[in-house]
């Protein structure tokens, strides 16, 4: 073991986490034990029985310069272990996850202002209150995204996680209120947050120039003034480097909002929406995906809507014979699932395909300005 070569043993070190690294490594001999004091450092203590050993054992001994990556998850732990080490002091940090938090109630936001010192931090998951005790408190979520994108927090972000897990019945504005105009594009490549406005999004699209996958994850919905307020033409599109578009839409989110969105990003190659039935529309979707999505290979639909509802059933059946019938489905190989479960009175119906290399060079044939060019049908 001791004829590989330090930079190798550095590499092995880095796939794993700090308490595997102590188990494994620590105490074998003077030789590894000076290695292990060179190594890059990843902190998981997200899994039972590793935060008491990892406090008593390993922190005391740690230079906390060298730690990279850092999971934490329940509140109690988080507030605990940052009371000992204070989270300015990872000054390398590249990843930190913190889930199951809950507001602090502290205004001046002490905790969160310690992000600005983290300048070499990748990636950042903050997931506030669980599904089985919600957090209506959206006060520091509001200002971690105000951080983000307006105020220059962590500059080298690339990786942007944020949720908050909210009770409906007691908080029913669960979208960022007041969401701060973005001017300048940041470095995030990957996006998701949980609930957005329309308008809260067009805010931000100035900020997401570099993203390529961007998800709402559990509510994208609908704002008056997207439609009061002029709609500014796209003339530049906003996420032209977006490959994966992601979104739970609500009941509200009509194909123009669609529209709207998919002018901007005319590159995209993966399209998933999750709504109600009232998008269950397969010419809309055609003539929305043949003029706004040339490059598409992957696409999937899913709906939800009453089994009794003979609109709805109607409107799956005619997805369904278009995907046999029509060229622009079949060639695409689209499928339609439908689907009921057990003590549910909702059918589920997903409309969904993705193209092979071998579709994917026939359609380029076939259609080469609409697969080359962002082509406009209207």
Known sequence: MELISVELWLE????????????????L????????????????????GKYDYFMKNILPSIDIRRVRSLKLRKQNKIKHFFSITPLNSFVQLRLLSLEYMYSSKDHLFTFWNQLS????????????????RPNNNLDEKQFLIRAIFNHDFCPLLTRFIIKNYSDNKLNTDIPIPSLVQTTKPTNIEHLSIDRLTIVDLMKLLPALQHVKSFCVE????HNYEFFTQPIVPVAIPMLSECKTFDLSVSADIVFEHLRYLLKHT?????LIIYNEWHLLDVEKWEW???????????????????DCDRDYEKAGRVFEKACDTITFWKIRNALVMIESFAKD????????????????EQLRLEFPHRMDTAYDFE
Not at 118 to 127: G, N, Q, T
Not at 266 to 270: A, E, G, Q, R
């Open 12 to 27: 092995i070190f880095d796939y794993l986490d700090v308490n595997s690294l102590w188990y494994s490594f620590r105490g």
């Open 29 to 48: 001999n003077r030789c590894i034990d000076e290695m292990l004091d060179q190594a890059q450092l990843h902190i998981n203590l997200d899994k039972k």
């Open 117 to 132: 010192s983290l300048k070499h931090l990748r990636s950042l998951k903050v997931i506030f209150g669980s599904k089985f």
């Open 218 to 221: 559990d509510e994208l919905s």
């Open 266 to 270: 005319p590159n995209l190659k993966k």
């Open 288 to 306: 929305l995906l043949s003029g706004r999505c040339p490059r598409l290979i992957e696409f999937e639909l899913s709906c939800n809507g009453d």
């Open 345 to 360: 009175d909702f059918y589920y119906t997903t409309v969904e395909f993705h193209i092979g290399k071998t579709v994917e």
